[in-house]
C-alpha cells in the first residue's frame, strides 16, 4: 500500500506542476516595470507572448515581433515552455497509469520513461527562466518578475521533485 500512497502523491505533484506551467505560460505578468524615465503612468507587463503597455487608463497589448529586441529569446522560451508542459503531461498520463495498474512488470517498464519526461519537463522549463530573464525590455533598474515567472519556477522545481518520494520509497525496499 505504500507504493499506492507514493503514486497518488506523485499523480498530485505532476498535476499541480502542468497547472502551473500552464498559468505560467498563459498569463502576461512573467516580468513588471514602472518606467521613471518615461511618463509616471507608464507601465510594461510581459509575457511570454505579448507585452503590455498600460498609460493613464489605456492598456496596449502587442504579440513580439520579428524586429523586436530579443525575439529569438522569446521565441525560443515559448518552444521550451510548451515542450515543457508537453512533456510534463506525457509524465502526467504514465504516473495516472502506474497508479491505476495493478502488474509490478507495468511499473518497472514505464517508471523509466516517467522520470526522463518529468525531469526533461523541469529541466526546459528551467532553461526557459533562464533565457527570459536574460531579455531586456526595459530599464533593469525598474524591472521585477511577477507572478508568472513565479509559476514558471514553481512548475519547474515541481516537475523534478515528482520523482523523488518515488525514488526514496524504492530505496528503502
Not at 498609460?55 to 497589448?61: E, H, L, S, V, W
Not at 517508471?111 to 527562466?129: H, R, T
Not at 531586456?136 to 523523488?164: R, T
Request: net charge neutral; with cysteine.
Amino acid at each position: 500500500m505504500i507504493r499506492h500512497g507514493v503514486r497518488v502523491i506523485i499523480v498530485m505533484m505532476l498535476a499541480v506542476s502542468v497547472a502551473t506551467a500552464i498559468s505560467a505560460i498563459s498569463t502576461k505578468e512573467w516580468r513588471l516595470a514602472k518606467s521613471t524615465n518615461l511618463p509616471k503612468n507608464l507601465d510594461l507587463d510581459e509575457g511570454l507572448f505579448e507585452t503590455c503597455v498600460s498609460t493613464d487608463g489605456q492598456r496596449i497589448c502587442s504579440d513580439y515581433e520579428s524586429s523586436t529586441k530579443d525575439y529569438g529569446k522569446y521565441k525560443a522560451c515559448q518552444g521550451l515552455a510548451i515542450a515543457s508542459i508537453v512533456l510534463q503531461v506525457f509524465a502526467l498520463g504514465i504516473a495516472v497509469y502506474l497508479l491505476v495498474s495493478t502488474t509490478p512488470e507495468h511499473a518497472k517498464a514505464y517508471w523509466g520513461a516517467l522520470v526522463m519526461f518529468s525531469a526533461l519537463g523541469g529541466i526546459l522549463m528551467s532553461i526557459c527562466v533562464g533565457v527570459f530573464s536574460s531579455t531586456e525590455n526595459a530599464d533593469p533598474k525598474d524591472l521585477k518578475y511577477g507572478y508568472s515567472f513565479v509559476l514558471a519556477i514553481v512548475s519547474a522545481v515541481i516537475s523534478f521533485g515528482a520523482v523523488i518520494p518515488e525514488l526514496v520509497s524504492a530505496s528503502a525496499h
